[in-house]
């Protein structure tokens, strides 16, 4: 499949935290799921790549649901190998799974600015690949105050 890369790394771009297995699942239901829309596939001047993109985000989307509704987070989706810069020491190992565990309650979009600003150490105003400036600004907020009831301490 000449599209399937590009897709997972489409992927891997919306969701930095999940784990590859999961993208690639992720990635597989796309292509499954435009072989089965393919009878009803009508030309509009898009391209293919747009159309699988656009399949694979509803599926991120789809699949970012299911996982909220889930009684627990599974730590193991967490990508590992996105440590951040900055490495102050943990008091516990549980600390670091508490913070996993509020980033899985962000959505994709806010989940993607704060990987982007701490994880990367990038600026809200170079976000403009994710976003305009504005509304990186705006998912920053929403996503620091809907992490602060998960990481507010006793």
Do not use: C, N
């Amino acid at each position: 499949m000449a599209h399937h890369g590009a897709v997972y790394r489409y992927l891997r771009r919306l969701a930095p935290f999940l784990d590859a297995t999961v993208l690639e699942d992720l990635a597989a239901d796309t292509f499954e799921r435009a072989f089965k829309a393919a009878p009803r596939y009508q030309d509009r001047g898009k391209r293919v790549d747009s159309w699988l993109y656009e399949i694979a985000y509803h599926r991120l989307l789809d699949y970012q649901r299911w996982r909220r509704y889930r009684e627990h987070v599974d730590l193991s989706e967490i990508r590992a190998e996105h440590e951040p810069r900055y490495t102050a020491p943990f008091d516990e190992i549980g600390e670091r799974e508490r913070i996993a565990a509020a980033l899985a309650h962000l959505t994709i979009p806010q989940q993607q600015i704060v990987h982007a600003r701490y994880w990367e150490d990038r600026r809200l105003t170079e976000m403009t690949d994710l976003t305009t400036t504005e509304a990186a600004k705006s998912l920053h907020k929403r996503a620091l105050a809907a992490l602060r009831p998960y990481l507010e301490v006793a």
